[in-house]
């Protein structure tokens, strides 16, 4: 079985690692090649082998081209929790109870690529907005054809105050400039991460440690191919897609981002999507 690569976006145009060595991809190749193609790691593999031989890069763009991002809700206990919690006053409760138990997954859109952070780059929270939290999620990377074929780390801003004070405010909530990071990079590999993996978030503010958490896939209630497939039921995706898978990870309700705070998420062997947050134009 082919080794899993690592493709990152740089100024350069795509560097892809195998085994420690990175190599440049023409230029003619993008991710939108890759995201059409019906072997992405096939294609993949083929391009590395005449690819130049570079050094990783060390400043990156987020890894997408014309990718819609769609985000899956409500598929840990813990997020279902907090949203019943927060939602309870609203009278929308019940709605994150019968959703985690459902057949079908709740899905929602999150960003177009300009809406999208690399990392290093900064991420936003809203002015109008006074509960704003990280989502860490493992996020899948879906061929137009409706196959999963890579991974890579999102982070799906939240603005939990306005979803808790009405759940039809989830859009505003959740989508608004940039509201969501993706990177360091893709991760394509014909096997999915294995149930154990750690989903790891810290959020740093001067430097000090202010919440850490951690949780493992294996406590998704939903397999990786079900989401997916709810995603492409009677919808297309020209260029392919990223699905963020939901987050198990939620800090206390007396916790809220603050501007200039570092927020780190961490997948192995993804890596570390780093963003810095700023307050929305």
């Known amino acids: ?38 072997e992405p790691a096939q294609i993949l593999h083929a391009a590395f082998a005449s690819g130049k031989p570079v050094a990783r890069p060390e400043a990156v763009l987020a890894p997408i081209g014309r990718q819609e991002v769609w985000a899956a809700g409500v598929t840990y206990l813990r997020s279902k929790a907090a949203r019943v919690a927060e939602s309870t006053d609203a009278g929308g409760g019940a709605f994150y109870d019968k959703v985690y138990e459902a057949a079908r997954p ?42 999963i074929f890579g991974y890579t780390i999102g982070n799906d801003m939240s603005s939990r105050d306005i979803e808790a004070e009405n759940p039809l405010y989830l859009p505003q909530a959740k989508t608004y400039d940039r ?23 810290r959020i740093r503010r001067g430097g000090v440690a202010v919440f850490e958490g951690k949780t493992t ?35 206390p309700d007396e916790f809220s981002l603050l501007v200039d705070d570092v927020v780190e998420i961490s997948i192995d062997p993804i890596g570390t999507l780093i963003n810095t947050v700023t307050l929305a134009p």
């Open 1 to 38: 079985m082919p080794l899993p690569l690592k493709v990152y976006h740089s100024t350069a145009g795509l560097v892809v690692e195998s085994d420690g060595q990175c190599r440049v991809l023409p230029a003619e190749f993008d991710f939108d090649r890759l995201f059409t193609s019906a």
């Open 106 to 147: 709740e899905l929602f859109f999150k960003a177009t690529p300009h809406r999208v952070a690399a990392s290093g780059g900064k991420v936003c929270i809203r002015g109008d907005s006074h509960w704003n939290v990280p989502e860490p999620e493992l996020t899948l990377a879906i061929n137009a054809a409706g196959r």
């Open 179 to 201: 509201s969501a990071a993706l990177g360091p990079c893709l991760w394509v590999s014909e096997v999915a991460p294995s149930p154990s993996t750690e989903i790891r978030l």
């Open 217 to 251: 896939l294996d406590r998704m209630k939903r397999s990786l191919p079900e989401v997916a497939g709810y995603l492409y039921r009677s919808n297309s995706f020209p260029h392919g897609s990223y699905l963020m898978t939901g987050t198990g990870i939620v800090p």
